[in-house]
């Protein structure tokens, strides 16, 4: 797939979530984000004062995380950081699945945990499934369990684990949801080329910490 820099970088999740990052190099990254166009900055939710003074106002969503990166947070906490975040700016929430839940196949649970956060808030809700931990088969229906719980996205990895986004995993996910359904790649993504054949596989945002360094690939 060929995209220009700036067609790129819109389907670009810069990611500032390391929890040693300073003040300076978050608000480095926000200006980034800012500067260039990205589709959306995903920040630790200690940080989105920062980043709603940065970017309220502009084309830059801003986007944090919930339950992350275990997942295993009970439902009630994970609806409280919702609708802080909310409360101080957030449009987008990537929440991780209760991962044991999936695993023992207690589909109710998976999806009542989703429905909650999708509902507490206005916000676009990415679940992620952390697919390093997960079959093939409960790919698949962590994928369709995220659908019909009503989140807008469903989304491979955090970046904490010890994979990431896989071509062969974002075309499994493509394929198990329907059409409406959106799909974010994110962990272990280093290069352009990487980036653009997860975006042909089917992937509609890409979650990338080095998006700097990604984008002198255009040049």
Excluded at 118 to 146: D, H, Q, R, Y
Excluded at 190 to 206: N, P, S, V, W
Aim: hydrophobic content about 40%.
């Amino acid at each position: 797939m060929k995209l220009t820099k700036s067609e790129f970088l819109r389907h670009v999740d810069h990611s500032l979530l390391k929890p040693q990052l300073t003040k300076q190099e978050v608000l480095e990254g926000l200006h980034f984000a800012k500067e260039n166009h990205c589709a959306s900055v995903c920040i630790n939710p200690c940080n989105l004062d920062l980043a709603y003074e940065i970017l309220h106002g502009t084309d830059v969503k801003i986007g944090t995380v919930i339950g992350f990166p275990s997942g295993a947070h009970t439902t009630f906490s994970k609806v409280a950081e919702a609708k802080d975040a909310y409360a101080k700016g957030a449009a987008e929430l990537d929440m991780v699945i209760d991962i044991g839940a999936l695993k023992n196949r207690e589909v109710d649970k998976v999806k009542d945990d989703i429905n909650a956060v999708v509902n507490a808030t206005p916000c676009i809700v990415k679940v992620i499934l952390e697919n390093c931990f997960l079959t093939k088969e409960e790919i698949a229906l962590g994928s369709k369990l995220v659908e019909e719980a009503g989140a807008a996205y469903v989304k491979t990895s955090t970046g904490f684990a010890p994979g990431g986004a896989t071509v062969e995993d974002i075309r499994l996910m493509k394929e198990s949801v329907s059409k409406e359904m959106k799909i974010k790649a994110a962990g272990g993504i280093h290069t352009l080329e990487e980036c653009l054949k997860l975006i042909d596989a089917g992937a509609d945002r890409i979650g990338i910490s080095r998006t700097q360094e990604i984008i002198k690939e255009f040049n």
